[in-house]
């Protein structure tokens, strides 16, 4: 059972009264993840606690709203479903969350989430009906939607028209907004909700940016935006960015979701995930998704384009391109050239593309070298073994980039490249010592995956593949015991620099977004 189960597991023991004694049953049947077990039910608890302590701290009365419960709660405020006595009618009712604490950027941003939002008027766009103050705390109402969120739905059973369908929609609410001056800044699956007809609404203007507005209300060096769903220019924090193109990223990442079940880029965490943002082009969903044809691959591929200026120009020039699809007409979106598709190879699977090119030039220059006469070792033993180290590479490359938690096809690639370089050097001719370059450079590779442990590991297998070469080979290069001290020293003193820079990376990251 994977640790996703574990944990809905975990949180479906909520109302049961034996919930403690299933818990330890739960953390000794799988005894890998306890920490994990008992860290789910702590926050589990401390949430549901906060919850009745917010609901028993607000009177059932609001003004002229009756509150019913809580429906979310975000990073500007809390929304609840409520019922205006003066009109009869539900609404979604949602106040500032830090309350009498919020400092004046805070109310600002959440007085200017609520006026944006209301000078927008579309079918797929929630409507704000009143902004106002009820005992020092700040409020606003909009149209409460009966439905779910589009993160909910996924890779459902819906038909990839049904899904292509709800993203032109709000392809065209996204262009309405542009032609106001306004940009979203957080479109995601999460911020999306689906009526009960079917229609999307997009929800939730609070990083919303007007080009009217005299101020942006945002702290220097700040991400804005979420890492899965937002686009590489939001890693920056000047304010040169066009938002209007960055929506239309975040939007092609939302129709990505819908095609695959999962966002562009995923990882254990924020970091990882914004490293492969800034640096690798996300896998093509028709290789997720064998039912999505080259069409729609490509136009979802060109609204989620590295560079602004290589996306659609407009959301209404996204929706015409949607709309072609749908009606099985040409679509606008331009072919690429071989070197586009191969630096997009690059970018995509860096991974294999490096041992690729790698393995395909130490197999050429092995073979110049037995042309030459320059090398008299076994060389169909050398190409099979490079060959079958290349076919190796390619489903291990498909399980690194395509798993949320990468490190177990990540470890075990890094040993199978530790092993096959150690037999290659084993097969080599003395001198064999300048071969050994091989394991410091793999050991600064590992730690392109930013983890302290994944560089660990692969020093302590290349040392130990050392150290087994030295101890087998009869090599004359390799046999004095102080070159075997120093070369074991270097990549220890590798392996602390590598540590050290990741640590720091990790930490600088943390307090950017703390």
């Not at 574990?6 to 330890?24: G, H």
């Not at 608890?45 to 419960?69: C, F, M, V």
């Not at 391109?321 to 606008?332: F, K, Q, V």
Request: glycine residues 4%; aromatic residues 8%; charged residues 20%.
């Amino acid at each position: 059972m994977e640790l996703d189960q574990v944990l809905t597991e975990v949180l479906r023991l909520d109302s049961d009264p034996k919930a403690v004694e299933k818990l330890q049953a739960l953390a000794l049947e799988y005894p890998q993840w306890k920490d994990q077990i008992t860290e789910c039910w702590e926050i589990h608890q401390e949430l549901t606690i906060s919850r009745e302590t917010i609901k028993s701290e607000l009177p059932a009365n609001w003004g002229h709203y009756e509150i019913i419960d809580q429906i979310d709660r975000g990073g500007m405020g809390v929304v609840y479903r409520a019922r205006d006595r003066q009109l009869d009618r539900i609404v979604a009712l949602k106040i500032i969350r830090s309350g009498e604490l919020a400092d004046e950027i805070e109310v600002a941003r959440f007085r200017r989430e609520a006026q944006v939002a209301a000078n927008l008027l579309h079918p797929n766009i929630i409507p704000i009906y009143e902004v106002g103050q009820e005992k020092q705390l700040v409020y606003f109402t909009m149209a409460f939607v009966d439905g779910i969120p589009l993160s909910r739905i996924g890779s459902s059973n819906l038909s990839s028209t049904a899904k292509v369908k709800l993203v032109y929609e709000l392809a065209q609410a996204l262009q309405y907004a542009h032609e106001r001056g306004v940009s979203h800044r957080d479109i995601k699956p999460s911020n999306i909700l689906i009526d009960v007809h079917g229609k999307p609404v997009l929800i939730d203007f609070g990083l919303a940016k007007s080009t009217h507005a005299p101020s942006d209300l945002t702290v220097s060096g700040m991400v804005i935006g979420t890492p899965a769903y937002m686009a590489p220019e939001q890693l920056h924090t000047h304010r040169s960015v066009d938002f209007r193109l960055s929506d239309i990223y975040s939007l092609g990442a939302v129709l990505y979701f819908l095609l695959t079940g999962r966002s562009p880029f995923i990882g254990e965490n924020s970091f990882d995930i914004m490293i492969q943002l800034k640096d690798r082009e996300p896998v093509r969903p028709s290789r997720i998704n064998k039912h999505i044809d080259r069409e729609l691959d490509a136009i979802c591929m060109r609204a989620l384009a590295k560079k602004p200026e290589q996306r659609y120009s407009s959301a209404s020039e996204f929706a015409e391109d949607l709309n072609r699809w749908m009606e099985g007409s040409a679509i606008t979106t331009p072919t690429t050239s071989l070197w586009d598709k191969t630096i997009r190879w690059w970018r995509e699977e860096p991974g294999l593309f490096s041992h690729v090119t790698a393995i395909l030039t130490v197999t050429l220059i092995v073979i110049l070298s037995h042309l030459l006469g320059y090398s008299h070792s076994n060389l169909i033993q050398q190409i099979s073994l490079l060959m079958t180290w290349l076919i190796l590479c390619v489903p291990l490359q498909q399980a690194v980039f395509r798993v949320k938690r990468p490190s177990t096809p990540a470890v075990l690639w890094g040993l199978v490249d530790v092993s096959f370089v150690s037999v290659l050097i084993a097969n080599a001719q003395a001198p064999r010592s300048l071969l050994l370059i091989a394991y410091p450079v793999m050991i600064t590779v590992s730690a392109l995956f930013y983890r302290t442990r994944f560089v660990l590991l692969m020093t302590i297998a290349c040392i130990g593949a050392f150290v087994i070469l030295t101890e087998t080979l009869n090599d004359p290069s390799m046999e004095r015991t102080d070159f075997r001290f120093i070369f074991v020293s270097l990549l220890l003193v590798e392996c602390l620099i590598l540590t050290s820079l990741i640590f720091k990376v990790r930490n600088l990251f943390s307090y950017r977004n703390s």
